[in-house]
């Protein structure tokens, strides 16, 4: 059974090779562009909406994001000003991280989600850690990305911060996401945190995994 197409009206639409504005409509179906034109006329049963010259934009890919931090927000301040970056780190973020449980994960990313669309993204590229909730954590980020019907690369973030045995919890969570890979919409990368935080050995063991999957690394430079 065909996809039901739909009739955008009166866009003010952009095209990037070559970057330009122009105004027409865009008939789409399936996820996909059928054809653009001026005065284009309904189908049967076709689904017209009026765009008024309202902006028609590709979707925007987030090419780094902590879909957690969404919860940062409110967070009650650091007891002393952060003097420097790891500081930041110790004080702000690895609190909230190590806060983190299955069901703070899931809204925190279901918040960072519906942002996301509302900003116009349609791809993230997720770099996720919850020392204290590792195994399956980041099942529970593409529940929350597939409920919104969002694009997502995910990694955890694997580090030597916590010691050898979060560590090894951080890279058995990558290799198993890679190895589930059951989503049209999500897809998996092997996290690392930051050269700071890793051992030789644990950037060797990181590579290693991405070879064997024929994967990418995503880390902080
Ligand atoms: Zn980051």
Known sequence: MPTQSILLKNATFTTLHPPRLQLGDVRIAGGKILQIGTDLNAEPREEVVDLHAKLLLP???CAHTHLYSSLARGMPPATSPPLNFL???QKIWWRLDQALDEESIYYSA??????AVQCGTTTLVDHHASPNCIDGSLDILQEALEKVGLRGVLCYEVTDRGGPEKRRAGLAENERFLKKQNSELVRGLVGAHASFTLEDETLAACADLAARW???I???V
């Open 59 to 61: 979707g925007f890919v």
């Open 87 to 89: 500081e930041i780190l």
């Open 110 to 115: 279901l918040i960072g989600a519906i942002e």
């Open 214 to 216: 024929n994967t990418g």
């Open 218 to 220: 995503h880390i902080h």
